[in-house]
């Protein structure tokens, strides 16, 4: 079993849909990073989270540590929101990363 | 500042054959990480550098991988002897400690294929 999981593993929605993607995690952390990555290989971070909610524009951010569980939601999806999201776990000075989902927003 | 900054993009070399790649972090950044990521997966962590000090190796880092971060600002991997399986994207990453924030900043990758 992976260390941090993420589900769905792809995920099709409309535009103007509301997303959620999870992610869970077996590992003590430190903090939590969901991180947004285009074709071409380029990585964004989009929120670093060590407890609570985090919200940036049409993105917010939860993270419960008891449940050892993240959700990255998404409203008034666009389709540039289309990349791959992962969601990856701090532990001391090492990153785990879950292996993304793949959005695709359809217009 | 431009952010970080990798190359070369793009790598095509013969198994067995050396390559080097070069990560220019943000400047007033201590740390430096990379990462391969092979297609369909999230990233793996490689190595982590505070400064100039490598303090941190994963077991994938086998004997014919070597990083440096001479004077604690650009860093370089370098791979000998390469095998078909180390064609991958190696990504590297910087982030400040000051200010606790932690964020991370991710360079645009540099593309490995090894024929």
């Known amino acids: 079993k992976n260390e941090v999981e993420q589900s769905p593993q792809n995920l099709t929605a409309q535009e103007g849909e509301f997303i959620t993607i999870n992610c869970s995690y077996s590992?003590?952390?430190?903090?939590l990073h969901w991180l947004q990555q285009h074709p071409g290989g380029g990585i964004v971070s989009l929120f670093m989270?060590?407890?609570g909610k985090k919200k940036h524009g049409r993105l917010i951010a939860t993270i419960n540590i008891q449940e050892k569980h993240s959700s990255l939601h998404i409203t008034a999806s666009h389709p540039r929101d289309s990349a791959v999201y992962i969601c990856?776990?701090?532990?001391?000075?090492?990153?785990?990363f879950g292996e993304g989902t793949q959005l695709t927003v359809n217009p | 500042d431009t952010g970080v900054s990798q190359n070369p993009r793009h790598k095509i070399t013969k198994r067995g054959q050396n390559v080097t790649f070069r990560c220019d972090p943000i400047?007033?950044?201590?740390?430096l990480y990379w990462y391969r990521q092979t297609l369909g997966q999230g990233p793996e962590f490689l190595t982590y550098?505070?400064?100039?000090?490598?303090?941190?190796k994963s077991r994938l880092l086998s004997d014919r991988f070597s990083a440096e971060r001479p004077k604690g600002s650009f860093s370089t991997l370098e791979i000998q002897r390469t095998e078909q399986g180390d064609s991958a994207m190696y990504l590297c990453?910087?982030?400040?400690?000051?200010?606790?924030?932690?964020?991370?900043?991710f360079g645009e990758g540099s593309r490995l294929t090894v024929l």
């Open positions: 590992v003590g952390i430190s903090a």
């Open positions: 990453a910087s982030s400040s400690n000051r200010g606790n924030t932690g964020e991370l900043f």
């Open positions: 989270l060590s407890s």
């Open positions: 990856a776990v701090r532990s001391g000075s090492r990153l785990t």
């Open positions: 400047s007033e950044h201590n740390r």
């Open positions: 550098f505070q400064n100039e000090a490598q303090l941190e």
